[in-house]
């Protein structure tokens, strides 16, 4: 078994600490003229010394950077290195360019090349035959300009943002938890020599960071001292900004819109005639595939974070008292890496756990999202994704979104790290109460009893003489 980071640091310290005190022999052998057969044969020692602390540097090194800490005797896999020769390769080939090359680009803007869209497609029409056609969903396709009202209603005109900071001489601005993740981890993987009890520290911060408040990031940016990336300039505090592009619609510019940050909304709005449509029963899910647009701070990373991007989106309507599912032992067997939020907190790494044992101790809410998850890892898979590299991820409590009453990510380790790429929320009925008060449109559904009830009402009625 390949040995743990933690191991590894705390091997390097003590292998420092033997450094230091072999040199002072070394140093006192030869202020007092000792013999040249005893002064070489410590320093022998001393070399030796250094060999295996430049051992464990690299065997630490490998750890740090994704490559399980195998030491081959030629050094460590350079992820940046290989990263971009990876994206040389992708874009020679034409698998993606960036948007309006020949005027400069635009950063978050990407072209699909004749391969690219070919993988695309063949991605998108393997999850209709996994979850549309399996599932019986019902699919639809909405506009991506969407009316203010609606997403003032879904919480997304208020709610929707990311912190961000500002170079306070440049105006350039980032996004302050990608400041700090990438102090973090940068001192994490080049100080490889950091106290143990310092590395710690850092490594709870990128356990928690998603959990963090604006003063307390704006905190640690301080802490820290981290400055802007390029200019090296102080930063702002951290404040939120508006992730959503904003548009009117019609020549007046009277009616104000947004383009879609999700395609969820479509479904919701929708619900009563799709509810009609299943013949006025529950459950039933809608699908729908989509553009989506964020306008994000600072876009990096090549695909993973862009302005515009293609969404496969499912919203599975439920009896909010009743969420187990019928087909869950189709998946309670499932084995896989979980991260829930207290071992995240306590700064433990992803364990394995059955799916069945993770409902029904609570650390999943309920079935019908125990389901989904157990029906997402088999996507993954089924299209090649490594299981070892393959993690589900609960948000923090902080970190959760305006509606989510649970939210798990499942999540794939790449050159990057540790990245989302399907997000799964128990929404509970937040978005259809919110556009039921806003439209004045019930967005509801009723439930047929065996047997009729009798409910006794009391009303008041005032009587003016």
Known sequence: MDPTEDFLRGELAEKQTSIAAQASVVGELKANDAAKELIDATVEALNALKAEKASIERRLQAVVLGNGGKDNGSGFVNKDDFRQAVVNTLERRLFYIPSFKIYGGVAGLYDYGPPGCAVKSNV??????????????????????????????????????????????????????????????????????????????????????DDLSADELGTKIREYGITAPDAKNPLSAPYPFNLMFQTSIGPSGLIPGYLRPETAQGIFVNFKDLYYYNGNKLPFAAAQIGQAFRNEISPRQGLLRVREFTLAEIEHFVDPDDKLHPKFSD?????????????????????????????????????????????VYLFLVCLGVDKERLRFRQHLANEMAHYAADCWDAEIECSYGWIECVGIADRSAYDLHAHTDESGVPLVAYEKFAKPREVEVIVTVYKLE
């Open 331 to 375: 998946v309670a067997n499932l084995e896989f890496l979980m991260f829930p939020r207290d071992v995240q907190t306590s700064g433990q790494s992803a364990r394995r756990m059955h799916l069945g044992e993770a409902v029904s101790r609570g650390i999943i809410n309920n079935e019908t999202l125990g389901y989904f998850i157990g029906r």
């Open 124 to 209: 998108l029409a393997f999850w209709r035959q996994h979850f549309v056609l399996e599932e019986n969903m019902l699919e639809v396709d909405c506009p991506c300009v969407t009316p203010e009202v609606v997403l003032k209603a879904s919480g997304h005109v208020d709610k929707f943002t990311d912190l961000m900071v500002k170079d306070e001489k440049t105006r350039t601005c980032y996004r302050a938890d990608h400041l700090l993740k990438d102090f973090c981890k940068d001192r994490l993987e080049k100080d490889l020599g950091i106290d143990p009890e310092k590395a710690a520290e850092l490594k709870h911060v990128l356990a928690v960071l």
